[in-house]
Each structure stands twice: as structure tokens, then as C-alpha cells.
């Protein structure tokens, strides 16, 4: 039996539960007509979810393949008896399109979501333990949420019918009440016109029995009317309880987690936003909040017609709509927020962009009178004031100025977004604090302030919104991204949520270091960090003195203040170019394995001293920043290494094609040879390469060490004059016993290569050339 089938059998309270993890979101109808497939492609075939690439693709196609379905199944359906089901379908398939095509990862989640809820509800009715995997995704609050969300809808509706009740008892009383005047009145009347000590007429015995009557009865109701209005001024004190609790858990642990995964994204960790459920979560208590706020006024209004406050019983209608708006206010200042941050490096006159969104605005009617925001930066001294007092020292006070900085929010139907794209604004000028001790422009933290005000409710409430970016390091030009980038990755990284803007730990544990840094290097190469890797930059950041068993501390001067040992550049510094290198020209190698990358000379000759002859490694080097280096074993068993590549040669010639010119590789370490990593990435030759449009033919350009034999491309002499990397670079990494460093040769094949022979023959010593100029001196003499 399918899970939906055994669900359907539960009792009224659980299906209740189950009713309510459905919604507009995700509508009950499509899990209905679509249950067999949902539970066979998103249950049965797809374990937790693993942070791959390859899963985002998997998961991307599942909800496609959901969708068409969803649609197939809608246009199959002819039956008039079915004729909703068809467009509940319909629609249902337009609005995944629309909502869930940019970020499937959401209704997987969701959809994985309800049916561990399913799974634990059936079990716990058959009073079985929960499966591993249910128990895995029950872990998410989503369907507690929404289990609360429909306890609060319940609540509300019974207040709602109390409310009713009250009223028409109140009306109800009024009337009789009114009645029972008229007949005081008629007593009164008759009373006046008898004359003194006769007796009572018989009709006004009978309009005294009647008098008497009805004021029984009105007692009756003014005790009832009391009770009900004690009985809801306690509803709604725990109604109040219980949203406040709710909101508290979407606004301070979803809503948080949802910024910290944020701002954990900016070092490059996975970030599968599910800031549209959020919104649906605080679109419901805002619809909440709101309408129970509208039952206690109207209470307060009929108390007013009618005052029957009972002695000693203090009124909490008062206090409790107080406690409402605050709630209300609560939710809309802390549901203005920034869906897509600003660069957190930031460059002067460079454009940039940002999106704010106000997650209620749709609920509220905000969009009726759209309103506008502005945006402005601010100190981190600034951004301290704004927090303590909810303002700015001084109105307009900002550190900067920025073009196109003021936006209209506006309202999307298809996605019920309200927000604003700041799409051309651009930081034109900057104004700095002053500078203390060692610190650098590059330590300097500012921050994007977005301020809007709007009201609700036509007029009753006016709201003053502002929310900051994260950390903002802003830099005049590119030889301060590397330090900037510390300054941001150690802020993403190790800041607490509800600091003072923008403090952050003098002192961290080095695993944690770790974990950033392999986060930042798997988001831009494509690979994390192995084990030994993490070892490698832990002893190179404690500058040889790392325990492993103790988890040391690591400061923020080591990690990019103070140089390291013999180095005139900081562990950062080192670390942040050998990322930038294999981002931009080593990627595909890296992410196959073919780089050992961090591994130190030594142990590279260590590694290398047993392996064959053409047995090579390739390892960051240590003396120079954004270079690698070829390690072989020469045919005499010594252990060489090439002088440092950098970007500059691999935008040249990259470095399959080098790894490929040099015949005297033969084996990557252990034992692979080399065209099984490399090949895919070399270069197609061709013998006779055609001449361009202006006439020319385009030279390849090939690498080789002089003194040993060149890559067997035709006509390529064993010398040349054009050499890469810049033989000016003194490292003390090269370790080659020949003469000259990597050479690269220009190669058209022709008449063109006579001219190389000739030099050959001039016997010039190539060992002290630096240049082409001193070359030219050498063959004239």
C-alpha cells in the first residue's frame, strides 16, 4: 500500500495535520493525483541530499519531469465531473514553473518535507519506530511550522465565532433591554395617574411580572455577556502567547538560519535558499496577527456600546492589543530584507547590484501605495549607533556616495513578491575612519543601509523599515582584493549572530579555519581541500609549529597580517593566489586529481627519489606567489624542478600543452602517464596550419628545457630566445642543474626556422642571456 494510501486512513486529528503541510505552495490536490509518482522519484529513488553539482542537475530534471506530469495529467482529464481538478492541475504546474524553475532544490526539500511528515504520522499511528530517512527529514521544523500555523488558523476561528456569538447576545440584550424600559416607562405611566393608596390595578401587576421577568433574563445575559468576554480576553492573551512563540521561531531561528546560510555563501558554501517558504510562513502569521488584532478591536468596540466591566477583574484588552501591534510591527521591520547582498568587496565607480524584499508587503497591501527605498553606506561606528538608538546620530549621516541609489518596490503577481533590483548603482566616492596601529583601508568595514517607510491598513499603521548588508570592504583598486577578501572571508566566516556591527574573534580554532578555507577553495576550483592539504596550510600558517592533536588556535596577524617566515607576502596572500591561479588556468586538472598542488619541495623529492626516471609532480610552490611547479626524476635518478608557471605564462601557453612539450615527462606521480590526465586538455596541432586573413601564419609557441630534447613538433630547434617564466624571477624553488631556465619556442616551420640555425651555430652562451637585446649583441659579435 502507497504511503498517501495508508495516510488517507488516519484519524481525523493526524489527517488534520496532514491537510495542513499542504497549501498554495505545494496544493494537496497534485499529491493526491500525482502520488504514486511523487513517492517513487522524490521517496524511494533519492537518498539525503549530497552537495554536488551532479545531485543540483539530478534534482533540477526530477522537478521538470514533476511538472510536465502535472501537466500531462491536467490534459488527459475531460471529465466535466473533474473539471476543477483539471485547472487545480493547470494552475498548480504554471505556478511551479514560475516560482520553482530558478531554485528546484526548494520544492524537493518541501515535497520531502511533507512526506516525512506523512511517514512519521502513519508510523507513530501503527506505533512504529521512524525509518532513518524520515527521521533524517523530520529533523526540518518546516512541518511544525505549518502544523502550528494551522492550530493558530483554528484558534483564530474560534475567537472569530465567539465574536459573533457576543455580538448578537449583546444585540440580543439591547433589545430586551430596551423592551424592558419601555415597560418600566409603561408602569411608571399607569402608576402616576392611580390615585394614592388604592390598590394596584391588575395591569400593572401583570406589567410588574413582566418587568420582573425580563430583568431575570437580562442578568442572565449581562453574567453570560461577562463570561464571554472574560472567556475571549483569555483566548486571544494565549492566541497572543502562541503567535508570539511561532514568530519568534520563523523570525528568530528560520529567518536567522536563512541569513547566516547567506552569508556563509559568500565563502562559497551551498546555499539552497527557502526564503518563498519563510514568506509563506510570515504571509500567514501576518494574515494572522492582523485579523486577530481586528477581533480585539472589535471587542473593545462593543465593550464601549455596552460597558460591563465587572469589579476587581482588571481589563486585558488593552495590554493585549498593545501586545498584538507590537508583534505586528515586529514581523514587518524584521521581514525587510536583502535577498541579494551587494558585493562585499566593493570597488569605487564600479557598478553593482542588489535586490531588497519585503516578505509581508503582498499580505499587507503594501504594494497598494508602493513605497520607495533608498540606500546609502555606513561605518561600522555608524552602523553601531543605528542599532543602539534605531537611528542615526545625525539625519542623512552616511560615509559615502552612491549613484542610483533610490528604488520603488513593486509588486509581482505570479511569485506575490513585493521588492526592488537596484541594478546601476555605483559607489562614487568613500570617506574613512582614521587608521590606528597596523591597521589598513583593507581592515575597514562598512555597510549598505536600505530605508523605507509604508503603511497599513489605510493609514493606521506607519512602519519605519531599514535593514544592513553584510560587511562592505570598499577598495580604489585591484591590488587590494587579496586583503579585502581576508577581511571578508574571516567576517562570513567566524561573526556571531546579534554582534555589535562588526566584531569578530581576535583568535579562532585552526578546524575552522580549515573548513572556510576548503569551502572558498571547492567554490572556486570546483574541488575542496583534502585532509592532507588542510595539514599542508596548517603547518605553512603556523609557520612550522602546528600540533594536530591540540586544534590550535590561529590568529587573524597570521593569518594575513604578519609575512610568512623568509616570505615578504602573508599566509592569505599565498593562499588566495594559488586559488586564483587554478581557478583561472588549472581547474580542470585539479578537480581530476592530476595536481598534488600542496606538498612541500622536500617531500616532493622524498616522493619522487624511488619512482622512475620521467616519473613528475606538480606542487604550488612556496617561494612564489600564484605559481606552480613541475618536479621530475631526471634520467640520472636526481629530482629537478622547473621554475614557478604563474597566469602570466598559462595565458601564453596553458599547462597541458607545457606538461605535453616535455618529453622528459613521461609518468604523473605514482605511475600514470601523463596523456591519460592531460590529454583532454592539450591543444590540437596541425602539421600545416593555414594563414590567417591578413596573410600570416600563426606561430605555436612550445616549451622545453634547454639541454634536453624538445616536444616532437617539426622543425623545433633546442634553443631559443623567447623564454617563459621571466628568467628575472630568482626563487630559491628552482633546483634544475641546467643551465637557463623553462624556455618556450616560437615554431611556424619554413624558411622562417634558417634563421634559428644560424643562431645555433654562433656558439652563444644562452646561460647569461636575459633578454632579447643582449641576445642580438651576442650574435653581432
Known sequence: ?????????????????????????????????????????????VEPVPENPQHEQYVAGLVNSLIQEMENKAAVVNDTEYFLTKLKLAEAAKMFRQRYSTNPMQLFTYVRQCLATEMRLVQASNGEALSGIANLMITNSGAEVLHKIDVLRRRTQDTADDLRRMEQEQEAFALQYHECTKINAHIQQLSSQQPPNTQVPPTVQKLNRQKE????????????LMQLRLALGDKFKETIQ?????????????????????????NGANFNSNLDTIQDWCESLAELIWLNRQQIKEVDRLRQKLSLDPPGVADLLPQVLADVTQLLSSLVTSTFIIEKQPPQVMKTNTRFTACVRLLVGGKLNVHMTPPQVKVTIISESQANVLLKNDKLAKNGDCSGEILNNTGTMEYQQATRQLSVSFRNMQLKKIKRAEKKGTESVMDEKFSLLFQSQFSVGGGELMFQVWTLSLPVVVIVHGNQEPHAWATVTWDNAFSDAGRIPFTVPDKVPWASVAETLSLKFRAATGRPLTEDNLRFLADKAFRGNYNETSNPMLSWAQFCKEPLSERNFTFWEWFYAIMKLTREHLRGPWVDGAIMGFVKKKQAEEMLATCPCGTFLLRFSDSELGGITIAWVSDTGEVFSLQPFTSKDFAIRSLADRVADLNHLVYLYPDI??????????????????ATNNGYVKPVLVTHVPGLSAASY?????????????PSRDT???????????????????????YLDQLDDCNIDFNGLVNFNELMQGYKQ
Open 714 to 726: 617539426p622543425n623545433t630547434p633546442q634553443h631559443s630566445y623567447l623564454q617563459s617564466p621571466d
Open 242 to 266: 502562541l503567535l508570539n512563540q511561532l514568530q519568534s521561531s520563523i523570525l528568530d531561528d528560520e529567518l536567522i538560519r536563512w541569513k547566516r546560510e547567506q552569508q556563509l555563501a559568500g
Open 213 to 224: 421577568m425580563l430583568e431575570q433574563v437580562l442578568n442572565q445575559k449581562v453574567a453570560g
Open 732 to 754: 630559491p624553488s628552482v633546483a634544475s642543474s641546467y643551465a637557463g631556465s623553462t624556455a618556450t619556442t616560437a615554431t611556424t616551420g619554413g624558411p622562417a626556422m634558417d
Open 673 to 690: 602517464s601523463k596523456d591519460i590526465p592531460f590529454a583532454k586538455y592539450y591543444t590540437p596541432f596541425q602539421d600545416n596550419q593555414p
Open 1 to 45: 500500500m502507497s504511503l498517501w494510501a495508508k495516510a488517507q486512513q488516519l484519524p481525523p486529528d493526524s489527517l488534520q495535520q496532514i491537510r495542513a503541510i499542504y497549501g498554495d505552495h505545494f496544493p494537496i490536490e497534485v499529491r493526491h493525483y500525482l502520488a504514486q509518482y511523487i513517492e517513487e522519484k522524490f521517496w524511494s529513488e
